[in-house]
């Protein structure tokens, strides 16, 4: 029996770090840039927000799950690697809020609650890109609330 990884996510996420390694001198650099189009196509959305349909909704949503499911598995996955646990735990609970806030947004659409997920992507992608000549800078903390999972924001 072969032992191949069969998951999708995992397989996007290898093939996602191979391609950045072979394409981009600074992996950083590129994360932050996938960052801020996720954030403009969020932007895009709420600024035409009367004229979406759910398949736009969806398809931007999950551009931005797709980015944040790849640092939470390369966080989950890599315990001995270069990124300090404080760190590996700040994306670990980003990451857990945005799956959250998405869900939230899937089932009851609000233009209102796409924001914080723009401003964390900004944020994020401003720290990875000025870290690009400065040391790693760690990724702004969770809202409150991200770590729990009873704590349901509206």
């Known amino acids: 029996m072969r032992s191949k990884n069969n998951n999708p996510y995992s397989q996007a996420a290898g093939a996602y770090d191979q391609n950045a390694q072979q394409n981009t001198p600074d992996q950083r ?31 931007t949503l ?57 401003n964390i992507n900004k944020e994020v992608a401003a720290g990875l890109l000025a870290g690009q000549k400065a040391a790693p800078a760690a990724p702004p903390a969770p809202p409150p609330g991200a770590g729990s999972s009873t704590n349901i924001e509206g």
């Open 29 to 59: 650099e590129l994360e932050g840039r996938v960052l801020l189009k996720a954030s403009r196509m969020m932007q895009d959305l709420v600024r035409d927000w009367d004229n979406r349909t759910p398949e736009l909704l969806e398809a």
């Open 62 to 118: 999950v551009y931005n799950r797709q980015i944040w499911m790849l640092f939470y598995d390369t966080a989950l996955e890599n315990p001995e690697g270069n990124r300090p646990n404080d760190l590996r735990s700040n994306i670990i609970n980003l990451a857990n809020f945005i799956f959250k806030r998405e869900l939230e947004i899937l089932s009851d659409p609000q233009k209102e609650k796409i924001s914080v997920l723009i």
